[in-house]
């Protein structure tokens, strides 16, 4: 089955009160983390949903550069200029270079960011089966205890009641028990868990960053290899323009695209 991040929470209810057992305290710690939990798993859900359709706008950014250049590589105007066809020619291979890149980080993206997070949201669907666990526990208890206070309101004193209370007061012993013990490893559990969830999604956003890092860094470097560079003193050894001689490029050129008649205001 296709996993589906737009589905809902498995998460979505808090712990109920269980007073006079379970202290106002306790029941206030367990509903605290909990709540965290909640924000966390919603938290997961909208970084997977945003990822995906990151990778798709980049994807879609891609076909549309790759269509860009195959009609500007098979128009008319290539046959015109033999330089304005060289340039034409070495941007439709960047793009099929970037193209191959492209793909690489949508795989990349999906094994190092979206797969992780997909198996730690998997991760709430057991805590949200311990909540629920508890959830009937403590209705078990409300019920056992409330049969106990009923009996003991009564002023019967035959053995049979008798009998009857003392089952029901072991019921809800117990229940009670069940309840404290439950709910104490949840107490332990879901802040330990609340607490290692970082250490879990860091190595995603850290692929992700050196991910980013590349693909930007080398499409960079593709389209900067395009560049006219004129008049730019360079050993002949050396391909490296210094850092400010290239910014200074960069600026004239946008200055120059800025001056074309097509972009000024009619």
Known sequence: MTWNPLKKNHLTQRPTPAPPLLSHAEDR??????QRLIIVEETI??????????????MNLDRADQKLTYNLATCGLVHISENFRKIVEDYYSVTKQIGKTVQEMAELCQKTFIEPLKKLRDEFSLIAAAIAKREELVTVWKNSYTRVKKLQEKKDKTASHIAKLERERRTEETAAKDLKTVH???????PLFLDKRLEYIKPSIHALIMIQLDYYGNTTNLFTHLMPVPNVSVSPSSTVIPEDEYQQIIADQINRIRGLTIVKDH
């Open 184 to 190: 104490g490893q949840l107490l332990v559990e879901l």
């Open 45 to 58: 859900r909208k970084l997977t949903k945003e990822m995906k359709k990151y990778i798709e706008a980049v």
């Open 29 to 34: 710690a367990l509903d605290t983390a909990v």
